[in-house]
């Protein structure tokens, strides 16, 4: 029987959910500049916070939710998944500032999709695809970014999208970053 998906990655995914539902409904709620101006102070309010925590300092709260949700991989580099994630929101934001719907469809696919690619891959997961990716998790991918695609966008245009969303998510390129502006590209030439 396989292995249940270790608590830290459950605590993980759950944190990359959360935020990326704040970050999700801020833009709808405040727009594209706003929450553009928002997500950058953020982003180098977590750059310098990450710089500091690698330097030794503690943040309390904060501190312990990095600590307890980084994988052995990203210990050089505190927080390395939300700073990459927060980067791409920008990135998104200030290519496509006057199209929120594109923003939202391509920043959902990267929490919703890569969350479900890896509690079912790790879960489930038994037939390798690529290093630590699995057919089982990269199908869950694809479908959970069909879906988040559907709501914004016609479904062959969503399929598209989600077939470049999971192909992006499993090469070795960093999904926080890649997946949602290769994705937007993606649905931007579609459409």
């Known amino acids: 029987m396989k292995p249940k998906i270790p608590l830290r ?3 993980r995914k759950a944190i990359h959910v959360l935020f990326g539902i704040v970050f999700l409904l801020l ?3 405040t727009g594209t500049r706003t929450s553009l ?3 950058f102070a953020c982003l180098v309010i977590g750059v310098i916070v990450s710089f500091l925590i690698k330097k030794g300092f503690s943040f309390g ?7 307890k949700v980084e994988r052995e991989n990203e210990k050089n580099f505190p927080g390395k998944a939300a700073v990459y994630f927060f980067a791409s929101a920008i990135i998104l ?3 496509f500032p006057n ?3 594109l923003v939202l469809a391509c920043l959902s696919v ?3 999709a890569d969350a479900s690619a890896a509690i079912i891959g790790m879960t489930f997961g038994k037939h390798k695809l690529y290093k630590k990716k699995t057919w089982e998790g990269s199908t869950a991918c694809l479908i959970v970014a069909t879906i988040c695609l559907a709501f914004f966008y016609p479904l062959p245009t969503a399929i598209i999208g989600a077939i470049v969303a999971t192909l992006v998510e499993v090469l070795p390129l960093d999904d926080n970053l890649w997946v949602p502006i290769i994705t937007a ?3 931007k030439a579609l459409i």
């Open 9 to 11: 990655e459950i605590k």
């Open 27 to 29: 833009i709808a709620i």
């Open 37 to 39: 101006e928002i997500i």
């Open 61 to 67: 709260f904060i501190g312990k939710i990095v600590e």
């Open 93 to 95: 934001l200030g290519i």
């Open 99 to 101: 199209e929120p719907t």
């Open 110 to 112: 990267q929490i919703f």
């Open 185 to 187: 590209a993606t649905l």
